[in-house]
């Protein structure tokens, strides 16, 4: 198996979580004895390119429509796109693939990829679903950092054409990036899960927003309107995208929630005490067994 | 005016809150050179009223037994109880306040407190409604800690009572413990904002934690899902009443949320991309002119 600081990677898209893929792999891979792997990526911002050369992050930068020279180079491909921007990538630069290589992607959506994905790749690319679970209301390369990984999760939704070796090598990587949980699944499953812990979440952060009456409201905030809408910084495009590619899945959510609230409602127009606290009490035990992210709640 | 550090003062209720100001004033307040005031306390739990003689955070314990022989020694009292037991003590002890004292309260609703706390306390006795806005989803004196109110908010419902002497050294002891900003309302308003910033957010926690399918959901989990759920490590019998004494408040806002989560579902059923993203980008920029608490945004 090839050793990962040998590697030639290639970063398709360095923005936060592309640069971040950059920079862990930087800290936390190249610094290991005998390194001498690159680090090759292509953006549609110059920016972003000549601040990650300036700083080592990257050892080559491409634009976009130099993108077919950048890939035949390279061992290890992070696509780190929005999910249709992810596909029509793939399909652009089917023939521009290295063979044997490694190609990934980072996006929320699985489903419709993986409709398509197969059919856009050569045999001779092996294609790993995988999706970082670190985010946050910040965006481009400017925002990204090497240690932004610690202590979240991976999902990874392996193929049956997926080499074991393959796997192992981005499984891997992943550790060294330093995510502390690979989580594996299908893709319908994932995008299933995924539309309660993130899409909901996201949908139920933007409608408390907007059900505010004035934007001074957080003078009289403790904290907890601030939890419930971090993610309400939401990157429209991107989550107009996420939110109507999973829409069955994400409606299906949204109804469940729907009820638990209409229950609480109704607990609170009856004044019915004795059972609000039984619910709530409920509620404390759920949330105190679910497990917490290790990066965020110590 | 009297100096800070001059004054005895009375805790009424040793958990998370009564500790933390009981711990607040004796690093903030007591390191002023001169200090010779002292901290009295009075608890149901004797091995938290014990653990803070026993750590020098408080120079005195009493059991609610005996808060008729603390009271009278107190120049200012805070009642860290929940809303109903904060109105009972104080008709309880109407008789035992020192003449003069100043007493305030930390309770999340106001309302009802207003409509019987003036025919609870004497003319002699000074009663300053007060709200420190930090919490989280701990409990209990062995949780609390001095510097919880670093940047935090503080409401004060100034009344006509209150002497402008006594609100300022409210003022100067919530400066003090490091809380960054004081708003200044009344009880009505408080009722309405809190019900928005804090109750409604607590409804919606409850509400997700209950709909998820299972409680290893979190394994799928960014950091969203346990941003929304934080506080719903609740303290079910406090928020019982809670939601319930500020009820009519809660709802109308239960239902201006329920009503934008309507609007977001039907633009999901309908796939309307465009006007999606239009109100995504508008949540986003709701949520950038608002506000952020320094302490835990930072």
């Given at each position: 198996m090839p050793e990962l600081n040998q590697l030639t990677y290639g970063i398709v898209g360095l923005g936060i979580m592309g640069g971040s893929i950059a920079k862990s792999i930087r800290a936390n891979v190249f610094d290991m004895p005998g390194a001498c792997g690159e680090i090759l990526a292509c953006d549609v911002n110059a920016l972003s390119l000549g601040t990650a050369a300036h700083?080592?992050?990257?050892?080559?930068?491409?634009?976009?429509?130099?993108?077919?020279?950048?890939l035949p180079r390279c061992d290890f491909v992070c696509v780190?796109?929005?999910?249709?921007?992810?596909?029509?990538?793939?399909?652009?630069?089917?023939?521009?693939?290295k063979t044997g290589a490694v190609v990934t992607d980072i996006s929320g959506v699985k489903t419709e990829l993986e409709e398509h994905v197969r059919g856009a790749l050569r045999d001779d690319v092996d294609f790993v679903f995988g999706h970082p679970m670190a985010g946050?209301?910040?965006?481009?390369?400017?925002n990204s950092n090497a240690s932004c990984f610690e202590g979240r999760n991976y999902i990874l939704m392996p193929q049956p054409w997926n080499t074991a070796e393959d796997l192992s090598l981005v499984?891997?990587?992943?550790?060294?990036?330093?995510?502390?949980?690979?989580?594996?699944?299908?893709c319908r499953s994932h995008d299933h899960k995924i539309a309660f812990t993130s899409q909901l979440c996201h949908v139920i952060a933007s409608a408390l927003v907007e059900s505010a009456e004035d934007e001074h409201i957080t003078e009289f905030g403790g904290g907890s309107f601030e939890d419930l809408t971090r993610i309400a910084?939401?990157?429209?495009?991107?989550?107009?995208e996420l939110f109507l590619a999973n829409r069955t899945e994400l409606l299906a959510h949204i109804g469940s929630f729907e009820a638990q609230l209409d229950r609480i409602k109704t607990l609170i127009a009856d004044g019915d005490a004795p059972e609000l606290e039984l619910y709530l009490?409920?509620?404390?035990?759920?949330?105190?067994?679910?497990?917490t992210l290790v990066s965020r709640d110590s």
């Open positions: 700083d080592g992050v990257i050892d080559e930068a491409f634009a976009p429509d130099d993108a077919a020279l950048m780190c796109l929005y999910p249709h921007a992810t596909l029509r990538f793939l399909q652009e630069h089917r023939a521009h693939f946050g209301a910040k965006e481009g390369y400017v499984k891997q990587l992943i550790s060294a990036m330093g995510f502390s949980r690979i989580v594996e699944t299908d910084m939401i990157n429209a495009p991107l989550w107009t009490s409920d509620v404390r035990k759920r949330r105190m067994t679910m497990g």
